[in-house]
């Protein structure tokens, strides 16, 4: 099973500042199938981003992501007040497609 | 629009037998894949296993193999989620998730609300 380690587990920043947010894969990610997700408290995951790098419908320009292989980062330029949840990576290359263990992204 | 609707909240017994439920909405159900994800109190995100609605072809991840049963009715447009006997230990919600096309090998792009499993005695 490839497994997906996120960090840090959590990550206090302040509105305005910039987070970047880590996903290392235990071997290559197939195709650079790699998502990110974010989720906040009683509400369902919503994909931000997919194949390592490009935008779901609707993302805002702030959360970019990159990387290849086995090491992923998803970055938020400028955090706004709506962005402090949950964020998940998950590869859908390998099944089982697994997700990483998360970071929260609190208010600092 | 597309949506998936879950089926309500469960407070079971140890032992007993469940059956939940995701219907889908806004599109031609059979076209997508559609997984089962869990979420344990406190935990992150577990992926289950999917279902092709178009000809029920499964797949499931190991954790759960044997633990749970996956199945869709492509009639009424719901996929399930069930078990034979619960453990304390299947307290979770439960998310049904749709793959963004027809392929296993993409992300999900809509979730069901969730449904909250509860098992106690």
């Known amino acids: 099973e490839l497994v997906l380690t996120q960090s840090p587990g959590t990550l206090s920043l302040s509105p305005g500042e910039r987070a970047a947010l880590s996903c290392r894969a235990s071997?290559?990610?197939?195709?650079?199938?790699l998502a990110w997700y974010q989720q906040k408290p009683g509400q369902a995951p919503r994909l931000l981003i997919y194949?390592?790098?490009s935008r779901a419908t609707g993302i805002p320009d702030r959360f970019s992501g990159s990387g290849s292989g086995t090491d992923f980062t998803l970055t938020i330029s400028r955090l706004e007040p709506e962005d402090f949840a949950v964020y998940y990576c998950?590869?859908?290359?390998?099944?089982?497609?697994?997700f990483g263990q998360g970071t929260e992204l609190e208010i600092k | 629009e597309v949506q998936l609707v879950q089926s309500g909240s469960e407070v079971k017994m140890p032992g007993e037998s469940l059956k939940i439920s995701c219907k889908g909405f806004?599109?031609?159900?059979?076209?997508?894949?559609i997984a089962w994800v869990r979420k344990m109190p406190g935990k992150g995100l577990e992926w289950m296993g999917i279902?092709?609605?178009?000809?029920?072809?499964?797949r499931y991840s190991p954790s759960f193999q044997g633990q749970v049963t996956i199945s869709a009715d492509k009639s009424i447009n719901t996929a399930f989620l069930q078990w034979s006997s619960l453990k304390a230990s299947d307290t979770a919600m439960y998310y049904c998730?749709?793959?963004?096309?027809?392929?296993?090998?993409?992300?999900?792009?809509?979730w069901g609300q969730g449904t909250l499993v509860t098992v106690s005695s």
């Open positions: 194949g390592a790098s």
């Open positions: 998950q590869q859908y290359g390998t099944s089982p497609y697994t």
């Open positions: 279902i092709y609605p178009g000809d029920s072809d499964t």
């Open positions: 998730a749709r793959h963004i096309s027809g392929y296993s090998y993409t992300p999900f792009d809509f």
């Open positions: 806004g599109y031609t159900f059979t076209n997508n894949w």
């Open positions: 071997q290559t990610v197939i195709s650079n199938f």
